[in-house]
């Protein structure tokens, strides 16, 4: 299996930034695409960034410019660097993995972290 485990949430004021990483154990050979989201209260979570198995990053619209996603080549560790952070972007921040097709054996396709809160204060 994989093991998505997160740190580096916490409160920031508007305007600020936050670091978060997420570090990946398990069969991390069997990591394919990485990325994270966001779930705000009484909202559905969606997508911040993506990061392709050949390494090509998306993200939403409303981070485009402020955030920053990467991941180490071995798919071992994703940081995701927030810089000019406004109260809209306060939520529990995921970090996902999706396995590989080879990997079906695993009993999972998609690993997700605790989730990480991030807190912003106007």
């Known amino acids: 299996q994989v093991q998505l485990v997160e740190s580096g949430g916490g409160l920031v004021q508007a305007g600020g930034s936050l670091t978060l990483s997420c570090a990946a154990s398990?069969?991390?050979?069997?990591?394919?695409?990485m990325g994270w989201y966001r779930q705000a209260p009484g909202k559905e979570r969606e997508l911040v960034a993506h990061?392709?198995?050949?390494?090509?990053?998306k993200y939403a619209d409303s981070v485009k410019g402020r955030f920053a996603a990467s991941r180490d080549n071995a798919k071992t560790r994703l940081t995701l660097q927030m810089n000019s952070l406004m109260p809209e972007g306060m939520a529990v921040y995921y970090c996902d993995a999706v396995r590989e097709p080879v990997c079906w054996y695993l009993l999972e396709y998609d690993y997700w972290g605790q989730g990480s809160q991030v807190t912003v204060s106007a």
């Open positions: 398990g069969e991390t050979r069997c990591i394919s695409a």
């Open positions: 990061i392709s198995t050949g390494g090509y990053i």
